[in-house]
């Protein structure tokens, strides 16, 4: 079985600073991807960025960055300079690896909040 | 890129009637989709998945009888809600990916099914 925790609920950070939001993890897999959705206010999801488990080296993604520990399973999400328009409901998540398409196991979320 | 449809966006009903939600690939074929179910302010709960050509996995808990979905095509996936009542009110999102076995999901923008 799959979880994911996520323990802030909301958080909020200044415009052009950076925030870290956190997520934890259990899985039973020994291969599986980790993933970060974005959810604003018009729902629809966005992929943030992904990390697969195998790999030590954390992902990157412009102003988006993770901090992967696997022995502890933790997988946090770092936004610098934030933006505006990053104020959304943040989702982690994480998938089985191989096969057929596997499904996302979503935690429960953080909204972030951005103030100018 | 990938873009998945959904349709309806919105929909409002009578009770014990039944609604039929689409959900589409448009530029891929979608061997495998998935259906989420998104109370307000929460997280993102599988509902099922979708393989086409075959019946649907149901999640624990989910009633296959009252959630019926088809995966006639590639790129064609639905969700009918029979008999809805009003605690079936709900965000419903579809999510898809691009080839078997592929990891990243593209999520549809979500239909909100109101009960009356």
């Known amino acids: 079985a799959q979880t994911v925790t996520q323990s802030q609920p909301e958080m909020s950070v200044q415009e052009a600073e950076t925030v870290t939001l956190s997520c934890t993890y259990d899985?039973?897999?020994?291969?599986?991807?980790l993933f970060w959705y974005k959810q604003p206010p018009s729902r629809q999801m966005i992929l943030v960025i992904r990390?697969?488990?195998?790999?030590?080296q954390n992902a990157t993604e412009n102003r988006f960055s993770v901090n992967f520990q696997k022995a502890a399973k933790s997988f946090s999400l770092k936004i610098s300079d934030s933006q505006l328009g990053d104020a959304a409901m943040y989702f982690c998540?994480?998938?089985?690896?191989?096969?057929?398409?596997?499904?996302?196991?979503f935690g429960t979320g953080t909204l972030l909040a951005v103030q100018p | 890129g990938a873009v998945v449809s959904q349709h309806p966006s919105w929909v409002i009903c009578k009770s014990g009637t039944s609604v039929k939600i689409e959900c589409r690939s448009l530029?891929?074929?979608?061997?495998?989709m998935f259906w989420y179910r998104q109370f307000p302010k929460q997280s993102l709960m599988l509902m099922a998945t979708?393989?086409?050509?075959?019946?649907?996995?149901?999640e624990q808990g989910v009633e296959k009888d009252k959630f019926l979905i088809n995966h006639a095509s590639l790129t064609l996936s639905t969700l009918t809600v029979t008999s809805a009542h009003p605690e079936d009110s709900s965000f419903y999102i579809c999510?898809?990916?691009?080839?078997?076995?592929?990891?990243?999901?593209?999520f549809g923008a979500g239909s909100r099914l109101t009960v009356l």
């Open positions: 899985t039973s897999e020994s291969d599986y991807y």
């Open positions: 530029d891929f074929q979608a061997t495998t």
């Open positions: 998540a994480t998938q089985r690896y191989g096969g057929a398409t596997n499904k996302l196991i």
């Open positions: 979708s393989n086409e050509g075959s019946k649907a996995t149901y």
């Open positions: 990390q697969e488990a195998y790999k030590q």
């Open positions: 999510s898809a990916a691009q080839g078997a076995g592929a990891n990243v999901l593209t």
